[in-house]
RNA sequence: GGCCCGUUCGUCUAAGGGCUAGGACACCACCCUUUCACGGUGGUGAUACGGGUUCGAAUCCCGUACGGGCUACCA
């Protein structure tokens, strides 16, 4: 009885896609799932002045990178194609003609500046932004004000002029959303929206509800910011396939950044990501860092997402993109709005750096350090690596201070850190520590750490004050797992030259 | 200004009439660790305000305040 779950997610390609887009992706992806659906992507194109190259194939790598892969979409095929709006052109004007036909909508003819004065007429301080609506619409150039002949001679002519739906009086316009239940409206305040553009071109109002039936979507899920608009939809349903046809809507709550809505130029200030992935504007050749390359792994980007407004209800955080599908539900999806916190961001990725296995990691790890030119001999070497530090990596991109010394001589060696308690003794401690190594014939964390020990011990020295001194020689740092793994990992002579470099330094 | 949505620790949230208001992040303290983390224990910290309804309200209703969104031939 009811319709096939299909839903979509319908980004116009302008720049990068921000936390929000994403997120409205997954919900999208998780209900469509959920109910063994229908989840696609539709290319919202409409305003030819605002292209901008590349913008698609970058929502496109970013959904992959997510690993929420639509079902239908430009690239993904499908049979209620095309999933391009400007390649959907002429089905639009048919419908708008229609609504002028049964008296719901109207030709206008006012350009661009007879409506900015119209805006800069009516304004008073208790209206600072007249609107086009019923109390103005009289005053204007339209096919309301004209008379049929001159209308159609307008229209014979060529005049540019856009289509704008009538909206009623006195009528109240309410459906019920599935997050926040019943919301109405009243015509009478709503504007009179352009449905058709000059340049043939349908708005966002009018593609998406005709755009919606063709494709029988049926659940449409939006952000927040469209609600005000959204009696206008319903309206358009009504009047062109029937409140019975339409899906059923629900508004997300809008993902907040430190001061009001995120917003994509603001990318770089907050201190954090907000696109997904890089992004580079072809035009001004800014570049925006994303999550992917700040050192995020997908499952952690989803899980956090995920929570950002949504919460089974148990105490449980950690989710996984099968667990997110089966218990997902619109039901329990917020109404409010959620700041983002990068911090918390921050904890979901560790914890899943901690739970992902070393195979997982491989790959990512192993393209990083060769980014930074750090030499991986063998991937067995990697793999034992990866397992040692990746606990102690937040990011992705922690890999790099935590894991270079492994494979290359530190750079820099903080002799600060043990220059002021550095005497004789341990020098001659480390010299005999080296004569020791040298002859060792097992090499293992175990049999270091006990010779170690016992040169202490017959030279009287607390192995404590020595533990130190000896990181700071294979790792540079204050840092690291313990040392007799790093020791037995980099091997005899390297363990050696460093420990003779470092006395050479301290010396 | 108008319209719409919202309001539990600093942040994300649980509790859908009966409570010592729970958890997580962050922060602080201690423990563990002869580094740094991980981990463990504990602590600081919230129902915006005012009215109702009710035996009883964070939970339902109204008002106020505050926050957010929209107010383009952009989505």
């Known amino acids: 009885m009811s319709k096939r779950v299909r839903v979509r997610f319908a980004p116009s390609p302008t720049g990068g896609l921000h936390l929000g887009g994403v997120r409205t992706v997954l919900y999208n992806y998780l209900f469509a799932k959920k109910y063994g659906g229908d989840f696609l992507v539709r290319i919202e194109d409409t305003d030819q002045t605002r292209y901008v190259p590349g913008a698609e194939e970058y929502i496109f790598d970013t959904l992959k990178w997510c690993g929420l892969e639509p079902d239908e979409s430009v690239q993904h095929g499908g049979s209620y194609g095309p999933y391009r709006q400007s390649e959907r052109k002429e089905s639009y004007r048919r419908y708008a003609e229609q609504l002028v036909?049964?008296?719901?909508?109207?030709?206008?003819?006012?350009?661009?500046?007879?409506?900015?004065?119209?805006?800069?007429?009516?304004?008073?301080?208790?209206?600072?932004?007249?609107?086009?609506?019923?109390?103005?619409?009289?005053?204007?150039?339209?096919?309301?004000?004209?008379?049929?002949?001159?209308?159609?001679?307008?229209?014979?002519?060529?005049?540019?002029?856009?289509?704008?739906?009538?909206?009623?009086?006195?009528?109240?316009?309410?459906?019920?959303?599935?997050?926040?239940?019943?919301?109405?409206?009243?015509?009478?305040?709503?504007?009179?929206?352009?449905?058709?553009?000059?340049?043939?071109?349908?708005?966002?109002?009018?593609?998406?509800?005709?755009?919606?039936?063709?494709?029988?979507?049926?659940?449409?899920?939006?952000?927040?910011?469209?609600l005000p608009s959204a009696?206008?939809?319903?309206?358009?349903?009504?009047?062109?396939?029937?409140?019975?046809?339409?899906?059923?809507?629900?508004?997300?709550?809008?993902?907040?950044?430190?001061?009001?809505?995120?917003?994509?130029?603001?990318?770089?200030?907050?201190?954090?990501?907000?696109?997904?992935?890089?992004?580079?504007?072809?035009?001004?050749?800014?570049?925006?860092?994303?999550?992917?390359?700040?050192?995020?792994?997908?499952?952690?980007?989803?899980?956090?997402?995920?929570?950002?407004?949504?919460?089974?209800?148990?105490?449980?955080?950690?989710?996984?993109?099968?667990?997110?599908?089966?218990?997902?539900?619109?039901?329990r999806v917020h109404s409010s709005g959620a700041k983002f916190d990068y911090e918390k961001a921050k904890w979901f990725n560790h914890e899943w750096m901690k739970r992902v296995d070393v195979h997982r990691l491989k790959p990512e790890v192993k393209a990083l350090l060769s980014e930074k030119a750090i030499p991986v001999p063998d991937d067995k070497l990697l793999e034992k690596v990866i397992g040692l530090v990746k606990d102690r990596c937040t990011l992705l991109t922690d890999f790099v201070e935590q894991s270079s010394f492994f494979f290359a001589t530190p750079e820099t060696i903080d002799t600060g850190a043990v220059k002021p308690k550095w005497n004789e003794a341990k020098q001659l401690f480390f010299a005999e520590l080296v004569r020791n190594y040298e002859l060792a014939d097992t090499w293992d964390a175990h049999t270091l750490e006990n010779n170690f020990k016992e040169i202490a011990s017959v030279n009287d020295l607390k192995p404590g004050e020595l533990m130190l001194p000896f990181r700071i020689m294979l790792v540079g740092g204050k840092f690291g797992p313990g040392v007799f793994e790093i020791a037995a990992i980099i091997g005899k002579t390297d363990t050696i030259k460093r420990i003779e470099t470092t006395l050479q330094l301290l010396k």
């Not at 062109?240 to 046809?245: M, P, R």
């Not at 770089?268 to 994303?290: H, I």
């Open 101 to 226: 036909q049964d008296g719901h909508a109207y030709y206008a003819f006012d350009t661009p500046e007879e409506l900015e004065k119209m805006r800069q007429d009516f304004k008073t301080p208790e209206n600072p932004s007249p609107q086009y609506d019923q109390t103005i619409r009289m005053k204007m150039r339209n096919s309301l004000t004209l008379s049929r002949e001159d209308t159609a001679a307008l229209l014979a002519a060529g005049t540019r002029h856009v289509i704008r739906i009538k909206m009623p009086a006195g009528e109240t316009v309410s459906f019920t959303d599935m997050i926040r239940g019943e919301v109405s409206f009243d015509t009478g305040t709503v504007d009179d929206k352009v449905l058709l553009k000059a340049d043939g071109m349908p708005t966002y109002h009018l593609a998406v509800v005709v755009d919606d039936q063709g494709m029988q979507i049926s659940h449409a899920f939006r952000g927040e910011e469209w």
């Open 231 to 331: 009696p206008v939809h319903i309206l358009l349903w009504k009047y062109l396939f029937g409140l019975d046809q339409m899906p059923q809507w629900a508004h997300f709550p809008l993902i907040l950044g430190p001061n009001g809505k995120l917003s994509k130029r603001d990318g770089a200030k907050y201190g954090f990501p907000v696109f997904a992935m890089n992004w580079a504007d072809p035009k001004t050749g800014e570049r925006t860092e994303g999550f992917k390359e700040k050192g995020f792994l997908p499952e952690a980007f989803i899980n956090l997402l995920a929570l950002l407004g949504w919460n089974e209800g148990t105490e449980q955080e950690i989710y996984s993109r099968e667990e997110l599908i089966e218990k997902f539900s619109m039901e």
